[in-house]
Nanobody, 122 residues
């Protein structure tokens, strides 16, 4: 079965960096568009970034210029490099896979990881 496993979260001071990874298995990774979403306490899950297998990317306005999504199809892994982190970036970060549709809507994604906590202290 399809599994997505995130790693790399943690506690960091404002202005710092983290790199999240999401390892996929049980799927033809290169056939999927991959996305990162996040959910802060008391808030709805929101889109962060997405990437097609061909390398096209999209970002939420709130992270554009600070975060970079990338993928290694040979390793079936998608990454999220997060720089210049702010306290408002604190959330659980999820990776997700979507076979057919370029989308920033969480409902369009078929598979989800369990999430990794990112906490940014001020």
């Amino acid at each position: 079965q399809v599994q997505l496993v995130e790693s790399g979260g943690g506690l960091v001071q404002a202005g710092g960096s983290l790199r999240l990874s999401c390892a996929a298995s049980g799927m033809t990774f290169s056939s999927y568009k991959m996305g990162w979403f996040r959910q802060a306490p008391g808030k709805e899950r929101e889109f962060v970034a997405a990437m097609t297998s061909g390398g096209n990317t999209g970002y939420a306005d709130s992270v554009n210029g600070r975060f970079t999504i990338s993928r290694d199809n040979a390793k079936s892994t998608v990454y999220l490099q997060m720089n210049s982190l702010k306290p408002e970036d604190t959330a659980i970060y999820y990776c997700a896979a979507n076979r057919f549709k370029w989308s920033t809507a969480s409902n369009d994604y078929d598979y989800w990881g369990q999430g990794t906590q990112v906490t940014v202290s001020s």
